[in-house]
């Protein structure tokens, strides 16, 4: 069953803002529920996009309000930077499809999306308690989100990637922060959880800062590099990383993707594809699953696996641990994978790992991560 609005004189229909790089937003009249968007040409709206599910979310009438709710789509629906399956749709919520972005207007009499501009006065009459301070912490960390880009105050910090075997360093993890603040409010990590063009700009800016950073250490061949979620996909970015080679002095760049980012569907495979022809380095981060998941990864293998640290945690303590880890290096050696055991906080834990078939390190024992202003040419304790 469908409901149809009807405007009076002084309401109008709610609305999706689609938001289209150089280009004015485009506005998606809601006028029929539910609205159903997704990949099928029946759908109300229609994305593009092999990322896109066929019928992948849909926003339906509650009442006086609405509501957003995900049609068990593959990868997934999220509402101001959190995965949903239902949730409440309110004016000025940012809902992320794939790579696509909606901004919802509710429309309707009085109706008035809650920007920046126009949260900074604060009517009382409009927001107040809880509320206003989250308003007012959120445009805060919007501000200075902004003024970050605008002067490139990025301040990375570099932890070393050791070979195990020869026990030296080849590589840097380049780990994001700020300068503003040595750490994130709580705005601003729910800030750079959002999956919005101004944080993705924000991690690139990143990313860029730290291949010029890490060309002035000598003696490594390898900068790690974060991708968020959100990214993973996204087509400019194979291209983006390739030119982070030339300002990283012509050092390898290794993309990490998060464990939980890795999926088996075309759009994936294609997109580690391109970063391996393009000579970007692959590397999931994070892992904690089986040797059958790692041999499940054949067709799309990484070039380096990263496991989670708690796994290298006491491992010189614990045989069951130890045969996890060994079990997990002879699947990764099967498909060719390097492992990187993370999380090193010892010298026995560092030569447990080596012994049991992890090319790499990575770890408080080899160096905290710091600014580039340290000495780069020592590591080996914290």
Aim: proline share 4%; charged share 25%.
């Amino acid at each position: 069953m469908r409901t149809k609005l009807l405007p009076g004189a002084a309401t109008s229909f709610p609305w999706l803002q689609r938001e289209v790089p150089g280009q004015e937003p485009e506005r998606i009249e809601l006028e029929d529920f539910p609205f159903v968007l997704g990949r099928n040409e029946s759908c109300d709206f229609q994305i593009l996009s092999s990322r896109v599910s066929r019928e992948h979310v849909e926003i339906v009438r509650d009442g006086t309000g609405f509501r957003l709710h995900d049609l068990k789509s593959t990868n997934g629906t999220f509402l101001n930077g959190q995965r949903i399956e239902d949730a409440r749709l309110n004016d000025g919520d940012l809902v992320v499809i794939a790579d696509v972005e909606f901004t919802f207007h509710r429309g309707g009499e009085g109706s008035a999306r809650k920007t920046v501009t126009q949260v900074m006065g604060f009517d009382n009459t409009t927001v107040e308690g809880e509320e206003q301070s989250a308003f007012r912490e959120m445009i805060y960390a919007i501000r200075a989100c902004q003024e970050t880009l605008l002067h490139r105050a990025i301040r990375n910090r570099f932890q070393p990637i050791v070979d195990l075997a020869e026990n030296k360093c080849v590589g840097y993890e380049a780990i994001q922060r700020a300068s503003q603040a040595e750490e994130p409010s709580g705005s601003q990590r729910l800030l750079a959880a959002t999956d919005c063009r101004l944080t993705e700009r924000l991690g690139h800016l990143h990313r860029m800062v730290a291949a010029e950073h890490v060309a002035r250490i000598p003696d490594c061949s390898l900068l790690f590099v974060n991708l968020q979620p959100a990214e993973v996909g996204a087509d400019a970015i194979p291209d983006s990383l390739v030119r982070l080679a030339q300002l990283a002095g012509g050092k390898r760049i290794v993309a990490e993707i998060p464990d939980s980012a890795v999926v088996d569907i075309p759009y994936f495979r294609d997109f580690r594809n391109k970063l391996r022809e393009l000579g970007v380095g692959v590397c999931y981060d994070g892992f904690a699953g089986s040797p059958h998941q790692i041999r499940a990864q054949a067709e799309f293998a990484p070039d380096y696996l990263k496991l989670a640290p708690v796994l290298a945690r006491g491992v010189d303590r614990s045989t069951q641990r130890q045969q996890q880890i060994q079990a997990l290096v002879e699947a990764a050696n099967e498909i060719g994978v390097a492992l990187i055991a993370d999380g090193v906080h010892t010298e026995n834990e560092a030569q447990t790992c080596n012994s049991l078939g992890c090319k790499l390190g990575q770890g408080d024992y080899f160096g905290r991560a710091q600014t580039i202003d340290w000495p780069a040419e020592g590591f080996g304790g914290a």
